[in-house]
């Protein structure tokens, strides 16, 4: 006999979970009962909206689920803003939230919640357990549904009586998703179509991606010499430095790139949903019906077809696809048969991509002492491949995009969700996956300060982190659309911020001012050498916004 908090956790082992995020709550007492002496490395956050980017960053680096508890009411409603970036990042994450006794439902008992209600626009399953003895199921279930097809996060609701109750229950195996590959006849007709094209392009993005996947995207671009753009925030997925990778279909992107796109006669998109970010506002593709004969491979059914008709739909992971792709090109019958139409001017298109989004990455004059510019120039060439760089949301974000290269896989943690305040929960969780790794936390004045408690977090549990505050005493978006629709009345866009640096001592940790540009490489150098978390407060000009870069929003 056990009571369900110590079932609970045997299915998490069981399913593989080795960390989980929280914020400690009356009502999953038995489940940190459960964690005790388990094994289970157990993070306790000051925000449950920082528990629950936590472990959506943690599913993100490791393609597993990332496991957060939170507590009943304001537990839950502070949590959903990670379970939302889960669901549009495609990310695979289990939420589970305390309820109120079994025998006090329906009666507004003390911050009761209906969950499905609440978390069914922003989860693939939201469910309430409501026998002890069925566990293993719902967790198992939980697994299965968080990873298969397009990945997701899914709400557990978790009565306080069910899960102090005891049950004799048999454990179940871990869950196993669905491969889902591709038909050998797509392949072929992807492949096929690709090379015969004149302007052909691959667009990557969207969820359940590997290393390995990332790898075969590479040897696949390259047998048939076709560019390769990345979606909004998923730059990691191709080397940066690979010859057919041309730069982000994101926000604001290099104009040359954007034309490609327009101008493809054939386009693959590989994994993204073709949302708004990564459509330019739906105008790269024209809806519903693009001008580019569209190669669709999404691992949901219902997405294909969903916003643009596809010439080709393809239901299957993209990683298993794309695996798929490069085995194909890679066989002889392919080669026998493989006659791309004018392979040097094909050459000669990727190349000039390739050199376009080159001098994109030229840094582009702006205002003040400090050039945000030449920062993200200094942060390319000098940390080494496997550094994690993470941001929320925000006008400083275009720089990053812009002027940084993503060399390794699972080196770029983004909401593409647009949510302020993810950067600084999401260096934290993947410093403490990968302790041995360079992780910088890229954040606004405005984005950090949504999650700044977050800093004690990373300093009690040593996740060494390197936060770059980008200071400019405004939301700078909103600021530049406002200077753009009311200009000369600014209204509600101010910041009065504090000394950031200070903080970062008051919690025993580095902390630094940098005004100018050469002051910069001293300052990372010192945060780098530390052996505590550090915070770096770049003071940056307020006139030196994005439009520089030619951004819509970010």
């Not at 993100?60 to 507590?71: E, M, S």
């Not at 030229?362 to 491949?385: F, I, N, S, W």
């Not at 400083?396 to 940084?404: I, N, Q, V």
Request: some cysteine; aromatic content about 8%.
């Amino acid at each position: 006999m056990r009571h369900g908090g110590q079932i609970l956790v045997q299915a998490l082992k069981t399913n593989g979970v080795t960390r989980v995020f929280c914020v400690p709550g009356e009502s999953y007492l038995a489940a940190l009962d459960g964690l005790f002496d388990s094994g289970i490395d157990t993070v306790v956050t000051r925000h449950e909206s920082g528990a629950a980017m936590m472990a959506e960053a943690h599913g993100k680096l490791t393609g597993r689920p990332g496991i957060a508890f939170v507590t009943r009411g304001p537990g839950a409603t502070n949590a959903s803003a990670g379970v939302h970036i889960a669901f549009q990042d495609s990310t695979p994450m289990i939420l589970f939230v305390g309820q109120v006794a079994s025998d006090q439902r329906d009666r507004e008992a003390f911050q009761e919640v209906d969950y499905r209600a609440m978390f069914s626009p922003l989860a693939k399953w939201v469910a309430e357990v409501d026998r002890t003895d069925r566990l293993p199921e719902y967790i198992n279930r939980a697994f299965a549904t968080a990873l298969s097809g397009r990945p997701g996060p899914v709400v557990l609701a978790l009565p306080e009586d069910m899960l102090s109750d005891q049950a004799d229950v048999i454990d179940m195996p871990a869950a196993q998703p669905p491969k889902a590959q591709a038909a050998q006849s797509d392949i072929a007709e992807i492949t096929e179509r690709l090379a015969q094209a004149k302007r052909p392009f691959i667009l990557v993005g969207g969820g359940g991606w590997r290393a390995e996947a990332r790898d075969a995207l590479g040897a696949f671009a390259k047998a048939l010499n076709v560019p390769v753009g990345a979606a909004f925030r998923c730059q990691d997925y191709l080397n940066n430095d690979h010859p057919n990778y041309v730069g982000d279909v994101g926000i604001g992107p290099n104009p040359e790139l954007a034309k490609a796109v327009r101008e493809a006669d054939v386009l693959l998109a590989l994994g993204p949903r073709l949302g708004e970010m990564t459509t330019s506002g739906y105008t790269l593709l024209r809806a519903p019906l693009p001008e580019q004969a569209l190669l669709h491979v999404h691992a949901d059914a219902n997405e294909l077809g969903r916003v643009y008709h596809p010439s080709l739909g393809v239901a299957g992971r993209p990683a298993e696809v794309v695996l798929q792709l490069a085995a194909h090109t890679g066989s002889g019958r392919f080669q026998s048969t493989h006659n791309p139409h004018d392979p040097d001017g094909r050459a000669a298109y990727v190349s000039a991509l390739r050199r376009s989004y080159e001098a994109w990455q030229r840094p582009v004059e702006t205002p003040g002492d400090l050039k945000m510019q030449q920062v993200m120039a200094h942060l390319r060439d000098t940390l080494p491949e496997t550094a994690i760089l993470t941001n929320g949301a925000g006008n400083y974000a275009g720089w990053l995009h812009r002027y940084y290269r993503w060399r390794g896989w699972r080196t770029q943690l983004a909401p593409t969700s647009g949510s302020m305040g993810y950067g600084l929960p999401a260096a934290v969780a993947a410093a403490l996956e990968h302790p041995d790794r360079s992780v910088l936390c890229l954040a606004g004045d405005g984005c950090f300060q949504m999650t700044s408690q977050e800093f004690g977090t990373a300093c009690e549990y040593g996740a060494k982190v390197i936060v770059l505050v980008v200071n400019n005493g405004m939301y700078g978006t909103i600021r530049m659309h406002q200077q753009k629709t009311y200009p000369g009345r600014v209204s509600a866009t101010r910041l009065k911020n504090p000394d950031f640096a200070a903080l970062a001592r008051a919690y025993g940790a580095l902390g630094l001012t940098v005004t100018e540009t050469a002051a910069f490489p001293d300052a990372l150098a010192q945060a780098m050498a530390a052996d505590t978390p550090a915070i770096l407060d770049l003071k940056v000009d307020p006139r030196a916004l994005s439009t520089t870069l030619q951004t819509k929003d970010l």
